[in-house]
């Protein structure tokens, strides 16, 4: 059975470089939403709308419905969102189940001033160059509980004391 697994959490707390680990170890799909909109929306294509936002989950969603249809993999990591709306995850979760799949969420924390300082550091290579302190700070205001069942995963100090958590989690019930 495929698993979906939504990383979320605010900007700078660590949702890619987790999901990038965790792939190797499992040999996991990941979609990556800002890789999704800089190849659909390159250059000054790019608006960081929400609407942008949206068209760039739909294609991810659609092709984690593919590849579970077509059973490609047995992990597929949704990364590059926060998920900071119950509407957001629960329009993946829905389509996990309609697919077959089933679904784990990670929601990643850590001190704002670590998230702040990952984010000031303005990571040239990273896809979504809107990301900066402010925008940590507009998305936590706003952000809403997760409800459905999740691994909090503080990466305060980075995420190699999480790996083993992370990874049980992901595994249970295989």
Request: hydrophobic fraction near 45%.
């Amino acid at each position: 059975m495929t698993t979906w697994v939504l990383f979320a959490g605010l900007p700078g707390t660590g949702k890619s470089t987790l999901a990038r680990v965790m792939a190797e170890r499992f040999g996991a799909a990941v979609l990556d939403k800002d890789g999704v909109r800089g190849a659909l929306f390159p250059g000054e294509l790019t608006d960081f709308s929400t609407e942008q936002d949206q068209l760039c989950m739909r294609a991810m969603v659609e092709a984690a419905v593919y590849l579970t249809d077509r059973r490609r993999t047995k992990y597929i990591f949704f990364d590059g969102r926060p998920f900071s709306k119950q509407v957001q995850i629960e329009e993946v979760l829905r389509a996990a189940e309609g697919a077959g799949a089933r679904w784990r969420i990670l929601h990643l924390t850590c001190a704002d001033a670590v998230a702040e300082g990952r984010l000031a550091a303005q990571d040239p290579s990273h896809p979504a160059q809107n990301r900066d302190p402010a925008l940590y700070r507009r998305i936590k205001q706003a952000f809403e509980p997760i409800l459905q069942a999740k691994l909090e995963v503080d990466t305060t100090l980075g995420i190699d004391a999480q790996l083993e958590a992370v990874e049980a989690y992901l595994r249970g019930g295989e």
